[in-house]
Nanobody, 121 residues
């Protein structure tokens, strides 16, 4: 069993910053791509940022230059540093990790429970 636990969400004023964390635990053999998604009320879940094993990061256009994704491979963790936050960044943020539980199993995508980020004055 694998679990992803997120933390770091909250209420912040426009222009402020937050840092989200996601730690994977349980039966983990290997982790591949790790990502952050978000879902605003009434909207579809969207991919915000991803990072692969080589450290290459990709971002949705709306957060480029403001958000930064990073990972700590030894701690099975991924982070999202969010700066210059805007009201339109308000959403539930979910981490997603592609994980193999053993050498003989397939890659499987696991999700965290989500953490609320609210940007408002």
């Amino acid at each position: 069993q694998v679990h992803l636990v997120e933390s770091g969400g909250g209420l912040v004023q426009p222009g402020g910053s937050l840092r989200l964390s996601c730690a994977a635990s349980g039966r983990i053999f290997s982790i591949n791509v790790q990502s952050w998604y978000r879902q605003a009320p009434g909207k579809q879940r969207e991919l915000v940022a991803s990072i692969n094993n080589g450290g290459t990061a990709t971002y949705v256009d709306s957060v480029k230059g403001r958000f930064a994704i990073a990972r700590d491979i030894d701690k099975n963790s991924v982070f999202l540093q969010m700066s210059s936050l805007k009201p339109e960044d308000t959403a539930v943020y979910y981490c997603n990790s592609l994980i193999r539980e053993s050498a003989g199993t397939s890659w499987r995508a696991y999700w965290g429970q989500g953490t609320q980020v609210t940007v408002s004055s």
